[in-house]
């Protein structure tokens, strides 16, 4: 397996490069050379369908890690010491938990129409209980293999819109040679995914409030990103789903949920064998568009399925699959989902790379445009095509009235509470279902626990409902109690911030060679 620049096949990369750097010489992202991304024949899947979670991780990333760099033995530890009952970093056994959302009033056994059925997928049972661990927690430990396997150290920058930050602090705390720095938007996250980061105390961990909004941050971080002279010093990367570990990590997800779903299918058809291949379809909450990229390449590694991209009132990506227009912005509106508040997702660039069978021409062409045009605008032909090459069949955005109402549409009639981000999912996905006339099953990525954001109860009319279904995990309950440390450059514009941070990064990489 070889990697390369989305904007330019003329240079290889490893996977520890890949691991290692965020943005390549010519402002690209990394990713696999397109013709060498695997393709699997149903034999495979359906022996992958017998796996558990980890086992899975294990079998789909041997394939794009080649063992010469990080031998199989070493894979697979770094994944029992995420992902085994034994370490209890996740709260559920079986890490995911898939199930068929139900309607209290209807019988459970009721063998449904196909269109009439959806799943949930939660993916948050982790340290910081959002999807952002199941791919975090796995790249820290492929980082501190990498730099102890070559004496060296690593300084990693987060700009977060309330959920990496934390995964990332979790995953990073007390990892020797590895220094984290997150940057947060100050008051445009929730009270509790702020605590999170700021409670979160160790001398290998930076957490930084500033001003605007992520994708402000994000600008930050690729100026100190693409000072390549001082970047490559420090040895600077990022742990934002610009790395490529994280987009291969959340590959594995697609393939559990795929198999999970499809066997509760078969349970309720009898009928059904190991040739049984049904397309589904999964509604995925949308911000730096990292996870759906991730699905992209799951499809293209053969699993049937396809994509709604689900939008908060920003809609960035809603707006251009259904109009063909992509208009970034820093400035977005600020939801009661404010993980995806985003308006400015790098990921987009992966997305033409998919679409275009990986043509770097074309991804370079249309990212000039973007850069100097500030849009990109794609004829009703271009756009069908695209979305028909990666699986994209739907596209919708949830206001926060709407969010709130699905929200409470599910707690009367699921008896389930589902975070503001998941209930943007199942709000695309119910729009979709009414819309359409076909059958295929839907799945619906839960991405956040619901006690992340419990401001939502003043939401309620009723708050009563709310309360019984509410469940806090015992480390979100004691937040408040704990002590705070961060950094408070909110007074700083961006040039600032970025005098600021590089400061801050020489004077901590100083203290990390003296430990050295």
């Not at 756009?383 to 028909?388: G, V």
Request: one cysteine or more.
């Amino acid at each position: 397996m070889r990697y390369t620049s989305c904007c330019s096949s003329k240079k290889f990369y490893t996977l520890t490069q890949a691991a290692s750097i965020a943005y390549c010489d010519d402002g690209g992202l990394i990713v696999p050379v397109f013709d060498e991304i695997p393709k699997l024949s149903f034999d495979k899947l359906n022996s992958l369908s017998c796996l558990s979670y980890l086992e899975i991780c294990f079998e789909i990333n041997s394939l794009f890690i080649p063992h010469t760099e990080v031998p199989i033995q070493i894979q697979r530890q770094i994944l029992q010491n995420c992902f085994s009952k034994e370490f209890g970093k996740f709260q559920y056994e079986n890490i995911i938990d898939i199930h068929e959302l139900i309607n209290k009033n209807e019988n459970e056994n009721e063998v449904k129409p196909k269109q009439q059925r959806l799943f949930i997928s939660e993916l948050f049972h982790g340290p910081s209980f959002s999807f952002k661990d199941l791919g975090l927690q796995f790249l820290s430990g492929l980082l501190s293999y990498i730099i102890k396997s070559q004496n060296s150290f690593q300084n990693i920058l987060v700009a977060t819109s309330g959920d990496t930050g934390s995964a990332a602090l979790q995953s990073i705390k007390a990892k020797e040679k590895l220094h984290l720095y997150v940057l947060y938007p100050q008051g445009k996250i929730s009270e509790h995914q702020k605590l999170q980061m700021t409670t979160v105390i160790d001398s290998n961990l930076s957490v930084i409030a500033v001003t605007g909004s992520s994708d402000s941050a994000d600008v930050v971080l690729k100026e100190v990103l693409s000072d390549f002279e001082f970047s490559n010093k420090f040895k600077i990367s990022s742990i934002n789903s610009l790395n490529w570990c994280r987009i291969l990590m959340q590959i594995n997800h697609f393939f559990y949920s795929y198999f999970q779903v499809r066997k509760n299918i078969q349970s309720k058809l009898p009928e059904t064998n190991d040739n049984f291949w049904p397309t589904i379809t999964f509604s995925i909450p949308s911000g730096g568009f990292g996870n759906c990229i991730s699905g992209m390449i799951a499809r293209k590694m053969g699993l049937p399925i396809q994509f709604i991209v689900a939008n908060n009132s920003n809609g960035i990506l809603a707006n251009f699959f259904n109009h063909g227009i992509f208009r970034p912005t820093t400035l977005p509106q600020f939801t009661i989902s404010p993980a995806i508040d985003i308006c400015a997702p790098y990921n987009f660039q992966r997305f033409i790379y998919l679409a275009t069978n990986g043509n770097t021409e074309r991804v370079a062409r249309y990212l000039n445009e973007i850069q100097n045009s500030n849009e990109l605008r794609l004829s009703i032909n271009e756009l069908n095509e695209f979305k028909e090459l990666v699986g994209i069949i739907g596209a919708d955005s949830a206001s926060n009235e709407k969010t709130f109402e699905m929200i409470e549409h599910f707690v009367e009639n699921y008896n389930e509470l589902v975070c503001p981000h998941t209930a943007v999912g199942i709000y695309a996905a119910l729009n979709y279902m009414n819309r359409s006339i076909t059958n295929e099953p839907i799945c619906c990525l839960a991405t956040a626990h619901h006690a992340k954001f419990p401001e939502i109860r003043s939401y309620f009319k009723n708050p009563i409902n709310y309360n019984s279904l509410f469940n806090a995990p015992e480390s979100l309950k004691n937040l408040h109690s704990q002590r705070e440390q961060f950094y408070d450059w909110t007074d700083c514009d961006n040039q600032q911030l970025i005098i600021k941070l590089k400061q801050l990064i020489e004077s901590t990489t100083e203290q990390t060679l003296i430990q050295k």
